[in-house]
């Protein structure tokens, strides 16, 4: 995800690629709906093309949503669990177990104006209707823009159906994709009846013309019409009426499939098993195999995307995906061929060789790659431990991942996804072993990083005692430091900082570089909130002496954010700015959330000091929101609060407490990648600034948004519990997992303003 800083936003709208056809009435009753309800879902088969549609009409509505427009793609994600997490991501909101991620979600948005677009819904529909229904209700600011084959049945959801495109969009389309392979071609008068009967065939179907028109590079006009008649009159026994527009699509991917070498079959079912995009070295690490030699997969590739079976994707093109009919199809043949295990073997290997590469070269100048790696195959990592999950044998390997990647849920700002990972996996690996160490020692520094100090003071030692019986001394070293800083944090701080100190020198003399360089700045800052900042500083030298060099920028950033703190309350005022900025710089690379935050909250000391209060109100907003949604240690650390307050009332004395408060919202509301900009500069007032958020309001919607009616799945839990059914039971009887079921109930609750299950009879009669 990375908050925006040196890369490519995760929410940005997708460059199209290729050119746009038709739409035009859609796209402006698209605009035109939004204008009058804040949930509007398009609605349609498979291939018709709502995401392309949707992504159309969203782009021109920058001017509307003031706080931007956030796309998350929905294809790649199998757990409803994960969704909100997913979206956090997305929104460049950290989340985290302390505060629930939908609470923070909704704080984050309550005061915004944006659009979010969830594409490809129809998976997670029981997940996308109750976040919408959430945000509907609580985020006034907020629209969605949701893609599904069916409706999610909300209260204020309008539902436009995306039709197949009329014959003479449905012949622009076929020529101008027939045009970018057989250079020349068009419409003229000897062809013109063949070309209107051929997209006729096709049933204006975006996906289907597409992969008809490609092979053109191969068959004449003539005889591609006449084969493709021939091929659905077989498939529907020469009854058109029984030609639906979903047995088109699944007859054109068929056709295509059929004119495919065996090579390229084989390497499309096995394709199939990717939950987002792939490089070549990835399809060749996971579909080489028996029929298909390593050397013969790009080739197959090749032939893939010159038949528009697979879509080249990324910024320079060296990534592809499978679009989601085609994924379907492809995973058919990959069942019926019986080697699906196979390659979800390899896949999984696959994940686990970048989890490993990840962990091994974390302090190397491959970090900032490793990262992003990590980031872009995110989706397969999630199906990698499903998998692993799902195989007993293998749940230790899924649950070493989720540990191995517990730098990324940090810099993500995902450390409740990389807890449910890690926990999941704690359950179904109880036996003791050395990933289980690990992953009780992560889930506690989780606690520590977002201040949830008893999951941190539950787990220190039982990772301790794992890392005793695996013979795991590393994880043991680590274990120890931090249960010294915790109890020098209850106030035994003597005992504590000795604890802590002699876990450090023995994390040194094994000259564990990881362990040296988390170890002595977050010691340093322990310190100097303790009021020895002698001290605390020349950890930070030692700190920064392990680190430099090696091509780390995340503990080097943390380092070096935590150095100008400690240098700022030792009186060292001056001195702290080039840390400062430095660490800024390095985190932002990164993505760093809490570091980029403490950054800001150390940046507004010195605006304040420097009388620069508008330039202090809007980081101190950023550095606020950010660290409160995403878990705050800076909370635990008394010293650091005291200088914020002193920030605050200095900052409100002079610009008076309205415009303090605008432009410290304002600070709330601004990306990472405009902050880190603005500090760049020496901004006193960043870009957009000048003129205050529009206020808004609930639209009436028929007076439905506001009403506290109850989704199609809320009715039908309501319903099961209103039999006097358990939420095990319910989540049994609706194949849902015991968790949404809990939220439901739970919402339920709120939106009837119900406190026990027994009213819910009475409530539904």
């Known amino acids: 995800m990375g908050f925006g800083f040196g890369q490519r936003r995760g929410g940005e709208l997708p460059v199209e690629l290729t050119g746009f056809v038709g739409r035009t009435e859609e796209i402006a009753l698209i605009r035109a709906e939004l204008a009058r309800s804040r949930l509007v879902t398009l609605a349609g088969p498979g291939g018709v093309g709502k995401s392309r549609t949707a992504m159309r009409a969203a782009a021109g509505l920058t001017a509307r949503f003031p706080d931007g427009v956030w796309l998350a793609e929905l294809s790649g994600l199998r757990d409803p669990e994960l969704l909100l997490t997913s979206l956090a991501a997305v929104l460049e909101l950290p989340e985290q177990p302390g505060m629930g991620t939908l609470d923070a979600m909704v704080a984050h948005l309550r005061e915004r104006r944006l659009l979010i677009v969830l594409d490809t819904c129809e998976h997670l529909l029981d997940a996308c209707a109750m976040l919408s229904d959430v945000l509907l209700r609580e985020a006034p600011g907020v ?203 390899r896949h999984l290997a696959s994940m686990r060789e970048l989890g490993q590469r990840f962990w091994d070269e974390l302090l190397t100048p491959a970090q900032l790659g490793l990262h992003a790696a990590v980031r872009d195959r995110i989706a397969d990592i999630r199906l990698a431990m499903a998998y692993a999950y799902d195989t007993p044998e293998r749940a230790r390997d899924g649950l070493w991942l989720a540990a191995q990647l517990a730098p990324y849920w940090r810099a993500a700002g995902t450390l409740s996804e990389g807890r449910h990972w890690i926990d999941k996996g704690l359950d179904l690996a109880p036996a003791v072993c050395e990933e289980r160490a690990w992953g009780l020692l992560m889930t506690g520094i989780f606690g520590i990083w977002t201040a949830d100090l008893p999951t941190a003071a539950e787990r220190f030692p039982l990772a301790r005692d794992a890392a005793r019986q695996a013979g795991t001394e590393r994880v043991g070293r680590f274990a120890d430091a931090y249960l010294g800083a915790l109890t020098a944090l209850e106030g035994e701080v003597d005992e504590g900082l000795a604890a802590l100190a002699a876990a450090r020198r023995r994390i040194v003399a094994a000259q564990d570089g990881l362990g040296m360089g988390v170890v002595h700045y977050e010691e340093a800052l322990l310190r100097a909130v303790l009021g020895d900042t002698g001290e605390a500083l020349r950890l930070c030298e030692a700190g920064l002496g392990y680190l430099e060099g090696t091509g780390d920028r995340q503990l080097f950033a943390s380092t070096l954010v935590v150095q100008g703190a400690i240098q700022w309350l030792a009186g060292e005022r001056e001195t702290s700015l080039e840390p400062l900025h430095r660490g800024l710089e390095a985190a932002g690379e990164i993505g760093e959330a809490l570091i980029v935050a403490l950054a800001c909250l150390a940046l507004s000391w010195h605006a304040a000091r420097e009388e620069r209060y508008v330039r202090a109100a809007w980081l101190l907003g950023y550095a606020e929101n950010t660290r409160r949604l995403s878990g705050d240690p800076v909370s635990m650390l008394p010293s650091l609060l005291e200088e914020q307050k002193s920030v605050e009332k200095a900052a409100a004395e002079a610009l008076g407490a309205e415009e303090f408060g605008r432009w410290r919202g304002h600070g709330a509301r601004m990306p990472g990648a405009a902050v880190l900009a603005a500090v760049r500069a020496d901004a006193d007032e960043p870009p957009g600034g000048g003129a205050a958020p529009a206020a808004t309001a609930l639209p009436e919607a028929d007076g439905r948004s506001a009403a506290p009616a109850l989704t199609r799945r809320e009715r039908e839990v309501a319903a099961l519990v209103a039999q006097g059914l358990s939420n095990r039971e319910v989540a049994e009887e609706l194949v849902i997992s015991k968790r949404t079921a809990d939220a439901h109930v739970e919402h339920i609750f709120a939106k009837l303003g119900i406190t026990s299950r027994r009213e819910i009879p009475a409530v539904l009669e």
């Open 143 to 345: 629209s969605v823009l949701a893609t599904s084959r069916q409706p999610l049945d909300v209260p204020g959801e309008r539902c436009l159906t995306i039709a197949p495109l009329g014959p003479a969009d449905s012949l622009e389309l076929f020529v101008q994709r027939a045009a970018s392979v057989v250079p020349g071609f068009a419409v003229t008068d000897a062809n013109r009846e063949q070309l209107l009967a051929l997209v006729g065939r096709l049933d204006g179907m975006p996906l289907a013309l597409e992969l008809a028109a490609v092979r053109l590079r191969a068959v004449p006009l003539a005889e591609l019409a006449g084969r493709l008649d021939r091929r659905f009159e077989v498939l529907t026994g020469g009854r058109r009426t029984a030609h639906n527009r979903h047995q088109t699509l699944r007859t054109a991917i068929g056709w295509s499939h059929e004119l495919c070498t065996p090579h390229e079959r084989l390497l499309w079912a096995r394709l199939s098993v990717f939950a987002g995009s792939f490089d070549v070295s990835a399809a060749e690490r996971v579909c080489a195999g028996g029929k298909l030699a390593r050397e013969d997969v790009l080739p197959a590739l090749i032939g893939l995307v010159d038949k528009s079976v697979v879509q080249r994707t990324g910024e320079d093109g060296d990534r592809y995906r499978l679009l989601d009919s085609i994924r379907e199809y492809g995973a058919d043949w990959l069942a019926r061929a019986g080697d699906v295990e196979a390659v979800r073997e």
